[in-house]
């Protein structure tokens, strides 16, 4: 089972600027759409785990998280270290937050002595399909998101922002 990522180019304007008709989604709005923005949104990141917490499920997005961490590690000590961390910390039968993927009966600490980026990608992918089709719904029904959502409302909705878009929206059309 494999993961796409299809990104599409932002429309812009001929200056350069994001066009308005496109304007990006911004929080729960973006966190709605896929469980990819809402692992690239640091604000999202907090609120999901949060709720994984609750779930008692937390170790999933931190796994995830250390495996994205662990592809940009440089440098075979490092990549060992790491690797024996992320092993010792979520894969091994002794781990203190072990997740639980398929095959990790078979994991063994000799796959740590040969470190590559991609050698947790199999396990990586299992977990982020988890949380997809299961927490990921939960979660966007949740009260951590609804409360999220609806004070993202009220602040878009007070009186400070609207005349901040008033005035932004006197100085371009006049």
Known sequence: ?????????????????????????????????????????????KRFREFLKKEFSEENVLFWLACEEFK??????????????????????????????EGQSRLSETILETPHPLMFQKLQDQIFNLMKYDSYSRFLKSDIFLNHQKSEEQEENSPEAQTAAKRASRIYNT
């Open 72 to 101: 940009k590690t440089q440098g075979k000590k490092q990549m060992q270290e790491k690797a024996k961390e992320i092993y010792m910390t979520f894969l091994s039968s002794k781990a203190s937050s072990q997740v639980n993927v």
């Open 1 to 45: 089972c494999f993961v796409h990522f299809i990104f599409f180019p932002e429309i812009n304007d001929g200056e350069g600027h994001p066009s308005s008709s496109h304007q990006a989604l911004k929080g729960t709005s973006k966190w709605a759409t896929s469980l990819e923005n809402l692992l690239e949104d640091p604000e999202g990141v």
